[in-house]
């Protein structure tokens, strides 16, 4: 009989290319353990387990942006330099203008006497070349001395207001001791070659009578609606009722024989209490006077 050796088995690779491929499955298990704990110990199951989380929710989160969310931002130093000017910042896109500081309001003029509805004097007014007659009416030699007195004061006031607008003025009476005659009036201002003139009165009647009105030629109506106008506006005083709109059409020796226009304004009715209070206040005055320039203004401008 022939004798059975026992005989140990041994675990040979006599292959080279085997032994390669057992070394490479020995590094690759290695590796995956050694990849398994750093993945272990770095969170990074857990950082997957939330986006898988997140995914299921409907929260789209990457593991990136769990990683940027949970690492707090490094924060260095910014190297220092000179100062240096700054620049302007440019506005973003939607940001508003800065606003431009505005002006304080500008508060208005206290109106001056002579104004009306908050109107200056008329510094506008110019009678620069023209030349004006002034004609006041009923003078010392008239039972109506009184009132004569003030047209000749009137008048004096008008004129110098008028010179100060550039006029050459001429007044056919300068004191109140005697009366002067229609013929003398009307030659003095067509002897000045006036370009218009203005005869001053004042109403005396009934006491319960109130306003002003023009008297005139047919020749000057045009003018008289133009002072009717001006003086109703400027001075705020009625229209005498009885004179229908204002003017009343006379036969005037002055008006007819002093070579321009010519009408006669009564200014208002010195027994009326209110009107003569008006007449004989200094503001009412320069309203009157501002009245009176601006309609031979018009006047002279035709």
Same mark, same amino acid.
């Given at each position: 009989?022939?004798?059975?050796?026992?005989?140990?088995?041994? %675990?040979? /690779?006599?292959?080279?290319?085997? %032994?390669?491929?057992?070394?490479?499955?020995?590094?690759?298990?290695?590796?995956?353990?050694?990849?398994?704990?750093?993945?272990?110990?770095?969170?990074?199951?857990?950082?997957? %387990?939330?986006?898988?989380?997140?995914?299921?929710?409907?929260?789209?989160?990457?593991?990136?942006?769990?990683?940027?969310?949970?690492?707090?931002?490094?924060?260095?130093?910014?190297?220092?330099?000179?100062?240096?000017?700054?620049?302007?910042?440019?506005?973003?896109?939607?940001?508003?203008?800065?606003?431009?500081?505005?002006?304080?309001?500008?508060?208005?003029?206290?109106?001056?006497?002579?104004?009306?509805?908050?109107?200056?004097?008329?510094?506008?007014?110019?009678?620069? $070349?023209?030349? /004006?007659? /002034?004609?006041?009416?009923?003078?010392?030699?008239?039972?109506?001395?009184?009132?004569?007195?003030?047209?000749?004061?009137?008048?004096?006031?008008?004129?110098?207001?008028?010179?100060?607008?550039?006029?050459?003025?001429?007044?056919?009476?300068?004191?109140?001791?005697?009366?002067? $005659?229609?013929?003398?009036?009307?030659?003095?201002?067509?002897?000045?070659?006036?370009?218009?003139? /203005?005869?001053?009165?004042?109403?005396?009647?009934?006491?319960?009578?109130?306003?002003?009105?023009?008297?005139?030629?047919?020749?000057?109506?045009?003018?008289?609606?133009?002072?009717?106008?001006?003086?109703?506006?400027?001075?705020?005083?009625?229209?005498?009722?009885?004179?229908?709109?204002?003017?009343?059409?006379?036969?005037?020796?002055?008006?007819?024989?002093?070579?321009?226009?010519?009408?006669?304004?009564?200014?208002?009715?010195?027994?009326?209490?209110?009107?003569?209070?008006?007449?004989?206040?200094?503001?009412?005055?320069?309203?009157?006077?501002?009245?009176?320039?601006?309609?031979?203004?018009?006047?002279?401008?035709?």
């Amino acid at each position: 009989m022939k004798r059975i050796k026992n005989r140990r088995k041994h %675990f040979r /690779i006599s292959n080279p290319l085997g %032994f390669s491929l057992f070394c490479a499955m020995i590094v690759l298990v290695i590796g995956l353990i050694v990849g398994t704990v750093f993945l272990a110990k770095g969170g990074y199951f857990a950082q997957m %387990f939330n986006c898988v989380k997140s995914e299921v929710n409907g929260n789209r989160a990457t593991p990136t942006q769990v990683t940027e969310a949970t690492e707090p931002p490094v924060v260095t130093d910014a190297p220092s330099l000179a100062p240096t000017e700054e620049a302007p910042e440019t506005p973003e896109i939607g940001t508003p203008e800065p606003e431009t500081p505005t002006p304080p309001p500008i508060e208005p003029e206290t109106p001056q006497p002579g104004t009306q509805g908050g109107q200056t004097s008329a510094p506008s007014i110019s009678l620069e $070349g023209f030349t /004006i007659g /002034i004609d006041p009416t009923r003078d010392g030699g008239s039972k109506y001395k009184t009132e004569g007195e003030y047209n000749l004061s009137l008048a004096k006031e008008l004129a110098e207001y008028l010179e100060s607008k550039g006029a050459k003025v001429v007044i056919t009476r300068e004191d109140n001791k005697k009366e002067v $005659g229609n013929s003398k009036r009307a030659k003095t201002i067509k002897d000045a070659k006036c370009d218009a003139a /203005i005869r001053l009165m004042c109403n005396e009647v009934g006491s319960s009578v109130h306003g002003f009105f023009v008297q005139g030629t047919k020749k000057n109506e045009e003018f008289a609606r133009i002072l009717i106008k001006e003086y109703a506006e400027v001075t705020g005083m009625d229209i005498q009722s009885s004179k229908g709109r204002g003017f009343d059409k006379v036969n005037d020796e002055v008006a007819s024989k002093c070579g321009c226009p010519c009408v006669r304004l009564v200014m208002g009715n010195w027994k009326n209490k209110d009107d003569r209070a008006d007449l004989e206040d200094p503001a009412f005055r320069e309203k009157m006077m501002q009245a009176i320039a601006q309609a031979l203004l018009a006047q002279l401008r035709k």
